[in-house]
């Protein structure tokens, strides 16, 4: 039997759809590309905005018109919306039981009989799943935490993805361990990362102070991103400490102005995440952080939008993620006063684009001259490309090995992108 797996979503998607298609391959099933015909087609959907809902609509229906005798699988956060736009799909599976989505296959081959899968999420447990691997990537994916109790006033992900809960620490080191074995480069994520171990009496930092310890192998820990309320004094001394943490911090910001940021419910003031940005560059020098940032909330004027863009500025990121605001169905923000009109938002996420990467040519070309360390991916015209410990996009000249630590010296910034020549690496 062939399956196809499309991801739509985060890194916690992606981790999730991964760790299926693991499961499936280990039950014989064959994998094959999603353009290609398959008995079973599983779509990880997504809900974060309008365009992603409706994109995970539009490959439901794309498979259906294609390969009608396909099994459609919809699954994850839009499915959990469950708006009743999912008709065509034979297997409808929400925020939880997907580690069973083989044996649903098994279920509906056996008697054709539609399957929906959609818990109220309130009690329900952290799902550990493993994924074997993360293809073409020299990084692979941990999913630690899943869900959110914090709920921004313009977000749905508490409502589809349920309450904060996280892996048990000692199975967290555990799958570090095995992950290790096959990748330089682990990025912890979830849901609300910086939430990871509540119910365990274990904070993120904990955990990290162990996988470190555990797999001396490993030579670097990625955060996929935490909130600025919760980087806590450990996390600082311990990647001051060690130089296998990577020092990049994906710190989501969302607006640049205290009013729009009190209609978000975003716990922090403009001025609270400055000087938690400062203490941070005070700690750990010129440490790459970056933010999300969303565009066209309601009630954003001009002269909020334009403070925002000046806060943003002052704050020296390294690189922006800009998502104009998009109102989701039942949150308290869909139905706030002052809608910002379509044209007004695309206009402002340009600007806001643009600002990014004039603070990315700003941030990478203070590399030029210096020596980092690349974590090595596929190759390109003669060269290797990578990533650095600041998340800086690297070419190397020359074909080395996948998946390698190599230490490179930094000579131009050309399109966002740094190029360089090898010292060493471990193959050497
Ligand atoms: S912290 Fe806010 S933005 Fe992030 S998932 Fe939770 S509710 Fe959504």
């Not at 040519?361 to 410990?389: F, N, P």
Request: proline share 4%; with cysteine.
């Amino acid at each position: 039997m062939k399956f196809s797996i499309c991801n739509l979503g985060c890194k916690v998607n992606a981790y999730e759809s991964e760790s299926v298609a693991s499961l499936l391959e280990h039950k014989g099933w064959q994998r094959v590309p999603f353009e290609e015909e398959a008995d079973a087609a599983l779509i990880f959907t997504c809900a974060v905005t309008n365009t992603a809902a409706s994109k995970s609509r539009k490959m439901m229906h794309r498979i259906r018109r294609n390969y009608p005798d396909a099994i459609v699988a919809m699954v994850g956060c839009y499915a959990q919306i469950d708006d009743g736009m999912l008709e065509d799909a034979q297997i409808v599976v929400g925020s939880s039981h997907k580690k069973s989505l083989p044996d649903y296959l098994d279920e509906y081959l056996e008697n054709r009989k539609p399957i929906r899968v959609l818990d109220d999420l309130r009690d329900t447990p952290f799902e550990t799943l493993s994924a074997d691997g993360f293809d073409s990537r020299a990084r692979a994916y941990l999913k630690i935490q899943d869900g959110c109790n914090q709920f921004c006033t313009y977000c749905v992900i508490p409502y589809v993805r349920g309450r904060e809960r996280s892996m048990a620490p000692d199975l967290a080191v555990k799958e570090a361990k095995r992950i290790a074995k096959d990748y330089r480069e682990i990025v912890l994520t979830g849901i609300h990362t910086g939430r990871y171990g509540r119910e365990h009496g274990v904070s993120l930092s904990e955990l990290i102070e162990r996988i470190l310890d555990e797999t001396p192998e490993l030579a670097r820990i990625r955060i996929s991103s935490i909130e600025i309320t919760e980087i806590d004094d450990k996390l600082i001394e311990l990647m001051k400490s060690s130089g296998r943490i990577a020092r990049h911090l994906h710190i989501p910001l969302q607006a640049g102005s205290d009013e729009i940021l009190s209609a978000m419910g975003r716990p922090y003031s403009t001025q609270e995440y400055y000087d938690k940005i400062e203490h941070i560059r005070d700690e750990l020098g010129d440490v790459s952080i970056s933010c999300d940032l969303i565009t066209g909330f309601p009630g954003e004027s001009d002269e909020l939008f334009d403070k925002g863009m000046e806060f943003v500025r002052k704050c020296r990121f390294s690189f922006l993620h800009v998502f104009p605001y998009s109102p989701r169905a039942n949150t308290p923000a869909a139905v706030m006063k002052n809608q910002i009109d379509p044209r007004v938002k695309k206009a402002r996420t340009n600007t806001a684009m643009r600002i990014s990467s004039e603070l990315a040519d700003e941030y990478r070309s203070q590399w030029t001259g210096r020596i980092a360390y690349v974590i090595t991916e596929e190759t390109e015209d003669g060269y290797t490309k990578g990533y650095t410990s600041e998340y800086i996009p690297v070419k190397i000249s020359g074909e080395l090995p996948h998946g390698i630590l190599a230490k490179v010296r930094l000579d131009r910034c050309a399109d966002q992108v740094m190029y360089g020549e090898v010292i060493e690496n471990e193959t050497d």
